[in-house]
């Protein structure tokens, strides 16, 4: 990754809204530019007068305006580093707002099809090279390139000749620039997706810590993460090989050509005919000593600009990743469902080329209860996806209360959709928190409605904190079944026209299941529901049973059709029957 000016442009655009802090910035840079040279030039005015001439007043005078003159450029400094410091907040802030806004209407393939540790490095390590690439890189890359063009014009008004020297060096330093920009770009580049491995292997073994412990992978995953963890170290120690042949060199150049203008100058000032007065070289060199000075900080600024722009880069790819489907502009929201469902004709794959559902046909009418049944892999999670529009189908289409489900509003759809899944997320924070998340403006008294009417308030009130109790990141301070009730109370004060139960009591004991059955049978009144489920319990009071076979509805019926048919459903209910004795 080289400096790309299109990328700059880009990163640059985020400062924007703050032009007046960022322009008043510019404006210091351009003064700090001034004066730096001007006390370099004051230095050698004050060696060639006052003290060469042995004037104590005129040497107390050029002092005093010297330490001025220092004294206003410390005030500048501190002006520009605070001032950069607080625009690459600036722009760090609104750039993880974007990432996250972003992130958060992206639809599920894109988490399917990367890895979460990859995610949180742009939000992460990638957005703080960014930040050092404004604070650091940019203003102080042209604090140093303002101060080499002010040095260079007052050194060719002294001496045009030994100008000439200097400006011998551009060339070279340039095609140096060129040689190692490349090697330091690639290198850069290979150390952040090197460590977006080691932090996507991280996050992946946090959240598998439980299959690791229990299969005693402990020493394989370490052995893993070691190997991850030695490519980054010899990627790393790569881009430093590489950074440090460069910066030396340039040191070098540097102090080759001041010897080379000692002995010029000092030529010009002893020999006859040439008449180059003493002080205009003391003047020339302590200019040089400021054209020079940057050279070394400003490599050190390339090599964290290349950083920079690796970052810059990954976040703008993310930032313009569009999602496979966004809302069309036709799409209207939803009136209040009355929650009738219908398939026709579709077929869908996570992989267009690999479909996973074949010619699915069915209508579930306003109220109906609709049970998904079949082996694992059969389809039945990817008919629930379809219906809360996680995905579109490939083929055929899906209408609610008869409008096509491309041109209803995804978020109007999902406002009255109620979703509670097998292992049901909960965020960090307290059980009434998470059970608001369904109707966030709900009340207390609407909260404890809600719960008394699913028979879960006597579970809550027995836990330490009650409503108030922190759940833990996941709902880790929670049984599986305590997290399952708190999902069910969300999904009840959530109050949707269509709900969808993803083998939602697998995780609860029997006993609390048949606790909770009769507050079920209220939430799924009067509402359309789509229940996948391997208990009976779950499936003989369902209006509709669909029998799902590698993508394909094979059967349906309701519980007592299906079981007189004696076909693929009464075999897994003589299976559940035998399961259940057992």
């Keep these: 990754m080289a400096l790309d000016a299109g990328l700059a442009r880009w990163l640059f655009s985020y400062t924007r809204p703050y032009a007046r802090k960022r322009n008043t910035l510019l404006g210091i840079v351009i003064l700090r530019s001034l004066q730096l040279p001007a006390l370099a030039w004051m230095t050698g005015t004050i060696i060639s007068g006052p003290i060469a001439g042995g004037s104590l007043s005129g040497l107390a005078w050029w002092c005093f305006g010297f330490l001025a003159l220092a004294l206003w450029t410390q005030i500048t400094f501190h002006f520009r580093y605070r001032l950069a410091l607080e625009l690459g907040e600036a722009v760090i802030h609104d750039m993880r707002n974007d990432i996250f806004r972003h992130l958060q209407r992206m639809p599920m393939s ?15 390590s990638d957005s703080e090279a960014i930040r050092a690439g404004v604070q650091d890189v940019l203003f102080t890359s042209l604090v140093g390139l303002g101060q080499i063009v002010v040095a260079a ?6 001496d045009w000749v030994l100008f000439s020297i200097v400006a011998a060096v551009v060339p070279v330093l340039w095609m140096l620039n060129m040689h190692f920009r490349t090697k330091l770009g690639k290198a850069h580049r290979d150390v952040q ?15 598998g810590i439980q299959v690791t412990q229990g299969f005693v992978r402990q020493e394989t995953n370490s052995m893993l993460f070691r190997d991850l963890v030695m490519d980054h170290s010899e990627i790393n120690m790569g881009a430093a090989r590489t950074a440090g042949f460069f910066l030396p060199l340039l040191e070098l150049n540097s102090q080759v050509f001041l010897a080379a203008l000692l002995v010029v100058g000092g030529y010009r000032v002893l020999a006859p005919g040439v008449g180059m007065p003493v002080g205009d070289l003391i ?4 200019l040089a000593n400021i054209f020079f ?10 090599n964290q600009a290349m950083l920079s722009m690796a970052g810059a880069d990954r976040l703008r790819r993310l930032l313009t990743t569009e999602p496979e489907w966004n809302d069309p502009p036709t799409a209207r929201p939803l009136a209040p469902l009355a929650g009738r469902v219908c398939f026709e004709n579709l077929s869908f794959g996570y992989d267009p080329r690999r479909p996973v559902l074949h010619d699915i046909n069915f ?3 306003p109220g109906q209860s609709v049970a998904l049944v079949g082996a694992t892999g059969s389809g039945k999670t990817s008919i629930i996806n379809l219906i809360a529009k996680f995905y579109l189908p490939t083929s055929g289409r899906i209408t609610i209360d008869g409008r096509e489900i ?9 406002s009255q959709l109620g979703i509670v899944l097998q292992n049901n997320f909960l965020f960090s924070g307290t059980i009434l928190e998470n059970i608001r998340v369904g109707k966030p403006e709900a009340t207390d008294p609407e909260v404890f409605d809600a719960v008394t009417k699913l028979g879960c308030v006597e579970m809550i009130q027995s836990l330490p904190g009650g409503f108030q109790t922190e759940v833990g990141e996941g709902g880790c301070k929670l049984s599986l079944g305590q997290r399952q009730l708190v999902c069910f109370a969300r999904a009840m004060l959530a109050d949707p026209r269509i709900l969808i139960l993803d083998e939602a009591t697998s995780s609860i004991d029997v006993f609390t299941e048949h606790s909770i059955q009769q507050a079920l049978a209220r939430l799924l009144a009067g509402r359309t529901s789509f229940i996948v489920a391997h208990r009976l319990s779950t499936i003989r009071g369902a209006d509709l049973v669909l029998v799902l076979d590698h993508g394909r ?30």
């Design 193 to 207: 997706e090197s460590f977006s491995r080691i932090t996507a292997s991280l996050a992946e073994s946090v959240n």
């Design 293 to 302: 000075g940057p050279i070394q900080a400003l490599g050190d600024q390339y």
């Design 153 to 158: 014009v007052l050194m060719a008004w002294y």
């Design 283 to 286: 003047h020339f060199l302590f």
């Design 363 to 365: 209508c579930a009418e």
């Design 553 to 582: 509805i094979m059967e349906r019926g309701n519980h007592r059709e299906l079981v007189g048919q004696r076909g693929i459903y009464a075999n897994l209910h003589q299976q559940f029957t035998q399961a259940s004795a057992a």
């Design 406 to 414: 491309r041109d209803i509003s995804t978020e109007s759809l999902r």
């Design 110 to 124: 894109f988490f399917n099809n990367n890895k979460l540790g990859r995610i949180i490095s742009r939000m992460t």
